[in-house]
């Protein structure tokens, strides 16, 4: 009789299990073919998750949408909503346990997947919300956003290289080690008087100089075929100075010199708080969320891709949210000054010292 009786109740647990994964199932099926977060979720909270408005989102839905469909007859495919919004909570949070627990349905498996397909298709289709200024009227424009911080004139962009942490690469890992002992990608960034991102270089290991960075991207060969229209950049110490990029005085020796430097370090902080609120914004770029855990490649895409959706939200005056304090970019004190003092640089230099803070 109490055989019976335990095989009776072992039926019973094996009809409620199959009865609980039925609802998962159903649940998850739920999630992944018609729960939209965009219809339940209040403005506020949008922000906070994904870091772009509801608008915003709802563009990038059309932007992303025909490429990610998934021509698939199995069940439960993933939408390319919950692909995207999987991806921008990735990006916001840089924990894939965050979102796993965000209710999306999704696998580890399955928002890797998603993160990479998104990526991809942000990386080729908003190419256009970045562009370094080339008509007149950009250039008149920029130039006149950094003149009004501290009076320097035709500035055309404030240059500055920042470590992104990533995990350490299975291959070439030693490479990747930055100065600071982490393994990181070195990006370079130029932005506005703003805040917006007009060129981003993110493709060379952490242990790169950041003079070696400048001397290879398009940026530079344009500056030296005259493309800045007699403007130039304005650059830190790891940088080498040139008639296009404007460097400190290392040791200012006049007063001139010092109110030089004075003008150039409150104008070129403009790239140091750009790219504070960029790693706020979007904290798989933070060192606290632990570094990016994807392959190198992947890493580079992701840091362009933000800096496209940084400059999304900062066109549309996206704000974060009020108790999410900025957090300064960290010093690279530790990188050598540059003592390449190109000529021509230097007459640009002085001759901007003695217009400017001569007697």
Not at 296 to 305: D, L, Q
Not at 316 to 339: F, K, R, S, T, W
Request: aromatic share 8%; proline share 6%; net charge positive.
């Amino acid at each position: 009789m109490a055989a019976i009786q335990r095989i009776l109740f072992l039926l019973q647990e094996r009809r409620r299990e199959r009865r609980r994964r039925s609802n998962t199932t159903y649940i998850n099926a739920f999630v992944r073919t018609s729960f939209n977060p965009l219809e339940v979720l209040p403005d506020e909270a949008i922000i906070r998750k994904f870091r772009l408005s509801r608008g915003q989102i709802m563009e990038l839905l059309g932007v992303v949408h025909p490429h990610l469909v998934r021509r698939t007859r199995r069940s439960f495919a993933l939408t390319p909503a919950v692909q995207l919004l999987a991806a921008l909570r990735f990006y916001a949070t840089g924990s894939y346990y965050e979102v796993l627990g965000d209710g999306l349905g999704l696998s580890r498996a399955s928002l890797s997947r998603a993160v990479t397909a998104v990526t991809d298709v942000l990386l080729l289709h908003l190419a256009e919300r970045m562009s370094f200024p080339s008509t007149p009227e950009d250039i008149r424009r920029v130039n006149q956003g950094f003149h009004a911080i501290a009076g320097l004139p035709r500035v055309i962009g404030a240059i500055d290289g920042t470590l992104v942490p990533i995990a350490t690469p299975s291959t070439h890992g030693p490479r990747y080690i930055c100065c600071k002992g982490y393994a990181a990608i070195n990006a370079m960034v130029v932005c506005s008087a703003e805040g917006e991102f007009l060129d981003v270089v993110a493709r060379w290991p952490g242990s790169t100089h950041d003079a070696f960075i400048w001397e290879n991207p398009g940026l530079c060969r344009a500056a030296e075929g005259g493309g800045f229209g007699g403007c130039w950049l304005l650059g830190d110490s790891s940088f080498p100075l040139r008639p296009f990029l404007l460097t400190p005085y290392l040791h200012a020796q006049t007063e001139p010199q010092a109110g030089y430097n004075r003008a150039h370090k409150l104008t070129r902080a403009v790239v140091e708080r750009a790219i504070g609120v960029w790693k706020q914004r979007f904290r798989c770029l933070n060192k606290g969320a632990g570094g990016l855990q994807l392959h190198p490649r992947k890493c580079c895409a992701v840091i362009v891709v933000t800096a496209l959706l940084h400059n999304m939200a900062l066109r549309a005056n996206v704000q974060l949210p009020d108790d999410e304090g900025l957090q300064d970019e960290e010093a690279e004190d530790n990188l050598p000054d540059i003592q390449d003092l190109h000529p021509a640089g230097q007459q640009v230099r002085q001759g901007l010292v003695d217009n400017l803070f001569g007697p």
